[in-house]
């Protein structure tokens, strides 16, 4: 076969397979369907590590909605590491060999308390499960304060675009978990997305809470360490383009049954 020829069969069986993917593309999305938004979902949480010293313990997860749906995209670590031992098994040394990452997904339906987890996004059947349990064991829900009126006062508002940042100081400490600062951003235009972080302050402020950040100024000469340290936890959500795996997650919500 010449060179000429060659190309054209591979231009010819490229052009074939976009034209696939496009119309799969187009009959997957129907114009009466719900439309699939993402978000990028952040928590950030003091902890204190083996030195004794305050670490954070940063998380990212994605959140697809569709239509009453919500599914939690959570990755989930894997390190493999490599050991050397003497003669008599002691260890000699330890080093990571290599670190992989595999994704689960939990999804539920809004107003509904359980929700379904799957080890993949072709798995059949998930396994039942709370979805309170679910949103505190990966720490993607609200802390137990956000802002008390019998404590906390506001002392600047600012507006930013579509956020309202709102910053608060607490005039006393009921104890040495309350954090000092509380700042809350808020989405004039995210209403209509049913997740979220605090069910009251969205509907006090009539906006979506988007950002939260507790501070801790620390206290020097407190004995406990992670009293003693300045630390932060923070809670975030942002609308991000959904560029990968949009079909094969459509396709998940419109086949997903409760």
Known sequence: MSTNKLHFVITKATATVVALVFIFSCSSVRSGDPKLNAYLLTSSLPLINKQGTVQEKRDT???????????????????????????????????????????????YESRINYGYQFDSITQAVGRRSPVDSFLNLHWITQPHHLYDPRVDSLIETQSNGDNVIETYIARTKPDATYN?????????????????????????????????????????????????????LSLEMMPIP?????????RFFKQFKP
């Open 180 to 232: 000092d600062t509380t700042l809350l951003v808020f989405s004039k235009s995210q209403t209509g997305l049913d997740f979220t972080f605090s069910k009251e302050l969205d509907s006090l402020k009539k906006m979506k809470l988007m950002k939260v950040r507790l501070i801790y100024k620390g206290t020097p000469r407190a004995a406990d360490v992670f009293e003693r340290e300045p630390k932060e």
């Open 61 to 107: 997860f994605i959140l697809f909605t569709y239509g009453k749906l919500q599914l939690f995209k959570v990755p989930s670590q894997h390190i493999y590491s490599e050991t050397t031992v003497t003669q008599n098994g002691n260890l000699l040394k330890e080093k990571i060999a290599k670190v992989t990452t595999t994704y689960f997904y939990f999804i």
């Open 242 to 250: 959904i560029v990968k795996d949009s079909i094969e997650i459509i």
